[in-house]
C-alpha cells in the first residue's frame, strides 16, 4: 500500500525530473541529427568538414557549462533549489525555440549558424546547473538509507529523453524518406520538445522547496559561495575525473551512436537509432538498480569494479565490432558498455554530491560534473570522429573510453565523502575581541 507521503515523493521526483528530461531530449536530438544540422547551418562540399563544425557546435555548448555551474549555482544555492530550477527551465526553453525555428544558411546566410551557436550556448550555460541542481535536489527529499536510489533518478530521467527521442527518430525515419529528414524532418523532434514545454513548466512551478534547504539558517552570499569553492577546489577536481568517466561514456553510447553506426559502420540508419533506443532501456534498468546497491554495499566498491571493467574491455570490445560491422555487435557492444555506465553512475552520482562541502553542495556538484563535461564528454563525438579520420582506425573510440576509466578509477579512490557537521565557508576574517581584556593590579 502506497502512503500519502510516498506519493507525495513519487511527485516530487517527476516533478524535478521533468525539466532534465528536456534538457537530454534536446541534446540528444541535436546529436542524432548531427549530420543533417551540419548540411543546413554549415554547408561544404566536404561532408567530413561539415559532419565536423555540425559536432563542434554540439560541443561548443558545454563549454558554457562550468560558467552555467559558478552562476547559477550560486544564485541556487543562495535563494533555494526551486528557483534555481525554474530559472533553468526557462533558459533551456530559449534555446531549444531558437534552434528549431532558426532557418538554414540557404535563407539567411551566415546569421543562421551564427544563432544555432549562441542557441547551443544559452542551453549549455543553463544545462551547467541542471544536473546538479536536480540531484541535489533529489539527496534532500531522499528518505534515510534510500539516498543513492532516490539520486539515480536524475540520470534515469535522461534515459527515458535518450529512448523518446531515438523512437521518434525510428518513427520519423519510417514516415519519411532519407532526402527529406535531411532537408526538413530533422525539425520534428526540436519543435515536439518546443510543444511539451509548457506542461513541464508546470510541473515544474508545482515543486516545493527541500526542507533541508529550508532548515539552513545561513544563506550564503555569492562572494562567501566563490570562496567556498575556490578553497575546495582539490575537491572540485576530484569531483571532475570522477565525472569524466560518466560523461564520456553516456556521450558515446547515446549521442554519438547514430552518427558512428551510420558514418563509421555503414549500418542503416533505422538500426543505429533502435541501438540507441535498447541503450536507453538498458540504462534506467541499471541506474536505479545500481543506485539503490550503493545504498546496500557502499558507493566506492562499485565506483572501481565499474572503472576497471571499463578500462579492460573497452577497447577489445570495439575491436570485435569493427572487424566484421553488424546489428547484433553493435547492440552487443553497446549494452555492455551501458551496463558499465549504468553501474558506474548509479553510485557515482550521489557520491559525488556526498563529497562537495555542504554550503556549495549544488555549485561543487554542478561545476565539477560541468568541467568534466565540457573538457571530455560534449566533445566526444567531436573527439571520436577526428581520431578515426587521423588514425584510420574505427576501434579507437575504445581508447577514449578507457582514458576516461582511469580518471574514473583515480578519483574514486581518491574522494571522501563530507560530514554533514563541516563548517561551510571560511571565515572572512578573525574578529578582534569586543573588549580588551582586564588586568588586576
Known sequence: MVTTDQKSKIWSVVRVSSGNFLEMYDFMVFGYYASAIGNAFFPNGNPFVSLMLSLMTFGAGFLMRPLGAIVLGAYTDRNGRRAGLILTLGLMS??????????????????????????????????????????????????????????????????????????????????????????????????????????????????????????????????????????????????????TMTTVSFYMITAYTPTFGNSVLHLASMESLIVTLCVGASNLFWLPIMGWLSDRVGRRPLLVVCTILMLVTAYPAMLWLVREPSFSRLLTVELWLSFIYGSYNGAMVVFLTEIMPVGVRTSGFALAYSLATAIFGGFTPAISTYLIHVTGNRAVPGLWLSFAAGCGLVASLLARPQHETVEDYPPLKELPPLTKPQTIE
Not at 95 to 114: M, Q
Not at 156 to 175: E, P, R
Not at 220 to 238: D, F, G
Request: proline share 5%; aromatic share 8%.
Open 94 to 243: 530559449v534555446g531549444i525555440v531558437s534552434i528549431a525555428c532558426v532557418p538554414g544558411y540557404a535563407t539567411i546566410g551566415l546569421l543562421a549558424p551564427l544563432l544555432v551557436l549562441i542557441g547551443r550556448l544559452l542551453q549549455g550555460f543553463s544545462a551547467g546547473m541542471e544536473l546538479g541542481g536536480v540531484s541535489v535536489y533529489l539527496s534532500e527529499i531522499a528518505t534515510p538509507g534510500h539516498k543513492g536510489f532516490y539520486v539515480s533518478w536524475q540520470s534515469a530521467s535522461q534515459q527515458v529523453a535518450v529512448m523518446f527521442a531515438a523512437l521518434v527518430g525510428v518513427v520519423l525515419s519510417i514516415k519519411l524518406p532519407p532526402q527529406k529528414m535531411l532537408q526538413w524532418g530533422w525539425r520534428i523532434p526540436l519543435l515536439l520538445g518546443c510543444v511539451i514545454l509548457p506542461f513541464l513548466f508546470r510541473l515544474r512551478r508545482s515543486l516545493q522547496e527541500t526542507d533541508e534547504f529550508i532548515a539552513r539558517k545561513h544563506r550564503p552570499s555569492i562572494s562567501e559561495i566563490l570562496r567556498s569553492l575556490t578553497a575546495s577546489w582539490k575537491i572540485v577536481l576530484i569531483g571532475t575525473m570522477m565525472a
